[in-house]
Antibody, heavy 123, light 111 residues
Framework: QVQLVESGGGVVQPGGSLRLSCAASGFTFSIYGMHWIRQAPGKGLEWVAF????????YFADSVKGRFTISRDNAKNTLYLQMNSLRVEDTAVYYC????????????????WGQGTMVTVSS | IVMTQSPDSLAVSLGERATINCKSS????????????LAWYQQKPGQPHKLLLY???TRESGVPDRFSGSGSGTDFTLTISSLQAEDVAVYYCQQYYSGYTFGQGTKLEIK
C-alpha cells in the first residue's frame, strides 16, 4: 500500500548531527517532489525542506538553512534529511510527506504522510 | 503568511454540523488561475496526517462527502455536515501560496 516510513531519529547533543531516512512504497517515488515537516512538542506544524522530483534542487526554511540538507535516491525510493549543527530548538517529530502533484505541476498539498520520527536535541 | 484557526477546540453532538474557520494573513488566491492555495488535514492519534481537501474545496479521493471546504482569498471554512464518531481528530489548514504554513490546529470532540 502507499506509505512513507521514517527512521533515524534519536537523542543527540547540541552541535551534533543526525540523518533521517524516509522509505517510500506503493507509488512512483521518482515523479513526486517530497517534503520534510516537523512538529515540536506542544507546537504547530512547521515546514522544513523540499526536494524536486529529480533531486535537482532543494529548498529550506530559514530556521534550518545552511545546517540541513535534503537528498533522495530514486533507485532506492528513499528520501533523506541530513541535519548538522543541531540545536535544542530542532527537537521535534519529523515527518516526510509527498506532494500531491507530479513532476513540477502546480500545487503542493501533502497527500501522504509518514508516522514521523522523533529527534531530541539535549545535553 | 500566518494562518489562524478558530476555535482552538470544538465539541459537537453526533449528527450535528461542525465548522472550523481558517484565516490567512494575506490572500492565498492566485488571480491568474483563480485557485486558492489552501488545504485541510485531519490527524487522529496514532495515525498519519490525512489530506482532506486541497484548492480549498477539492475533496481528496476517498474522503467522505460530509467533509466540505469553502471560502476564498483570506477566509476559509471546513464543514463536517453530520459529525460521526470517527471524525474526532485535530484539523489543520495549510497554505501553499507562498512557502508552506499551517494553522495551529482545532481539536474536535464529541459533545
Amino acid at each position: 500500500q502507499v506509505q512513507l516510513v521514517e527512521s533515524g531519529g534519536g537523542v543527540v547533543q547540541p552541535g551534533g548531527s543526525l540523518r533521517l531516512s524516509c522509505a517510500a512504497s506503493g507509488f512512483t517515488f521518482s515523479i513526486y517532489g517530497m517534503h520534510w515537516i516537523r512538529q515540536a512538542p506542544g507546537k504547530g506544524l512547521e515546514w522544513v525542506a523540499f526536494i524536486l522530483f529529480d533531486g535537482s534542487n532543494g529548498y529550506f526554511a530559514d530556521s534550518v538553512k545552511g545546517r540541513f540538507t535534503i537528498s533522495r535516491d530514486n533507485a532506492k525510493n528513499t528520501l533523506y534529511l541530513q541535519m548538522n549543527s543541531l540545536r535544542v530548538e530542532d527537537t521535534a517529530v519529523y515527518y516526510c510527506t509527498k506532494r500531491n502533484s507530479a513532476y513540477n505541476s502546480d500545487g503542493d498539498a501533502f497527500d501522504i504522510w509518514g508516522q514521523g520520527t522523533m529527534v531530541t536535541v539535549s545535553s | 503568511i500566518v494562518m489562524t484557526q478558530s476555535p482552538d477546540s470544538l465539541a459537537v453532538s453526533l449528527g450535528e454540523r461542525a465548522t472550523i474557520n481558517c484565516k490567512s494573513s494575506q490572500s492565498v488566491l492566485y488571480s491568474s488561475n483563480n485557485k486558492n492555495y489552501l488545504a485541510w488535514y485531519q490527524q487522529k492519534p496514532g495515525q498519519p496526517h490525512k489530506l482532506l481537501l486541497y484548492w480549498a474545496s477539492t475533496r481528496e479521493s476517498g474522503v467522505p462527502d460530509r467533509f466540505s471546504g469553502s471560502g476564498s482569498g483570506t477566509d476559509f471554512t471546513l464543514t463536517i455536515s453530520s459529525l460521526q464518531a470517527e471524525d474526532v481528530a485535530v484539523y489543520y489548514c495549510q497554505q501553499y501560496y507562498s512557502g508552506y504554513t499551517f494553522g495551529q490546529g482545532t481539536k474536535l470532540e464529541i459533545k
